[in-house]
């Protein structure tokens, strides 16, 4: 449910409305599982209700790194093209079970996702910034390739996990900030670089797929909850503006042909970090992030009705025997998992499913993933904007 205006809009906690009989359901009532794309091309129908059945809206279908930075999966939008050939066994998978079919006449939307990360880069995303041969002639190929794939294999859009992995020899220099390893260029410079490579990823991205929806993951814009947990928790005032974030989604929202772009903020994964209390920490993320897009993106007025926010949980649990990795129970996920469907927008949010679909029994938070997965009414009413009018230059 979208519940923000342009400026500044004004967002009170979303009362529980279920019963409303005179608005119309508008919670985000589509959970997404993210998870391995090989072990998605594998379930079977029965396995695909079952999900179904529990609550699961779709999923969010990754194949790691693109192929020449790093990934061994390769994808092509010819419906004629020989798949026998070594690296189109993920695609293969996907054409031969028909999942993605087979999901999406269950009710299901599907996803192909793969991360933006380069194994062999160890100073930026993908291609140095710079790079004019690297992003021609590999990093946009291969992001054409996968959405054509997508689309060839039909699914609803592809994802993006802005993440950056290790790479080779397990350093993790790679960064996201304007000031990367081996820069010799200006902010400004490097900024205005990081829009034209949005511009151009977006291109890609539409030739291979007209009217894409994007989903993404891992972004850190200035003045959001994100920022406040690492000024308040980790220490680090203004940890956000060095990044590129805002700078190459710029660049990729500008270009028109996009149906959808999906935010789903990491953050809130376990918990909100400051404070206890879920309403509070949504209504400051979807208000600073609304107010801060509508001020910087160069193309608000066509990108306004198709950016969404929506929370990312972590049901499961984590690699570390820690506290912040452990699963919680039942009832604080349950009313996590209400309060993501109370304040998603666009009717979708998701789940990262760390190890996969089978490593964890998820039958304790079956009944609350239930409960979320039936629209319900998260806003009565629209939301409202306060302007203050201009101070008086009387006396």
């Known amino acids: ?142 992001m054409q390739d996968l959405a054509a794939a997508a689309r060839l294999l039909g699914f609803d859009g592809i994802a993006f996990d802005e993440e950056l992995y290790p790479q080779t020899g397990k350093v993790t220099t790679a960064t996201w900030d304007w000031n990367y390893p081996g820069n010799t260029h200006s902010e400004a410079e490097v900024r205005a670089k990081a829009r034209q490579r949005g511009r151009e990823l977006m291109r890609a991205v539409l030739d291979g797929f007209p009217a894409a929806e994007i989903v993404v993951y891992h972004y850190h814009f200035p003045g959001t909850w994100w920022t406040v947990v690492q000024e308040r928790v980790n220490h680090r005032p203004n940890a956000a503006d060095p990044a590129l974030f805002l700078d190459f989604w710029d660049g990729l929202s500008s270009v028109e042909g996009y149906q959808a772009i999906r935010f789903i903020n990491a953050v809130f994964y376990k918990t909100s970090h400051v404070g206890r209390n879920w309403d509070a920490a949504l209504q400051y993320e979807f208000n600073t992030f609304y107010s801060l897009l509508s001020r910087r993106l160069s193309n608000w007025p066509y990108a306004s009705s198709r950016i969404f926010q929506s929370p990312f949980i972590w049901i499961s649990a984590g690699p570390r025997k820690s506290a912040y990795d452990a699963a919680r129970p039942p009832a604080y996920v349950a009313a996590q998992l209400e309060a993501f469907a109370k304040w998603g927008m666009g009717g979708e949010f998701a789940n990262f499913c760390y190890g996969g679909l089978s490593r964890f029994d998820y039958t304790p938070y079956v009944a609350a993933m239930q409960f979320v997965s039936r629209p319900f009414v998260a806003d009565a009413q629209p939301p409202h904007v306060k302007v203050a009018g201009p101070p008086s230059l009387s006396g």
Not at 31 to 43: Q, R, S
Not at 66 to 82: E, H, S
Not at 101 to 128: F, I, Q
Request: glycine share 10%.
């Open 1 to 142: 449910m979208i519940r923000l205006l342009l400026i500044l809009p004004l967002l009170s906690p979303a009362p529980d409305l279920r019963s409303d009989a005179g608005t119309a359901p508008n919670s985000a009532s589509r959970l997404l599982f993210w998870v391995n794309a090989k072990e998605v091309a594998a379930l079977t129908d029965v396995q695909l209700d079952l999900w179904k059945e529990r609550g699961v809206g779709g999923f969010i279908c990754m194949s790691r790194d693109l192929p020449g930075m790093g990934g061994v999966n390769k994808f092509t939008g010819d419906p004629k093209a020989d798949l026998t050939v070594k690296g189109f066994e993920l695609q293969r998978a996907f054409r031969d079970s028909r999942v993605v079919e087979r999901a999406k006449h269950g009710g299901m939307k599907m996803y192909l996702g793969c991360h933006l990360v380069n194994y062999y880069n160890k100073s930026t995303p993908l291609k140095d910034w710079f790079d004019d041969a690297g992003w021609a002639e590999v990093a946009l190929p291969r």
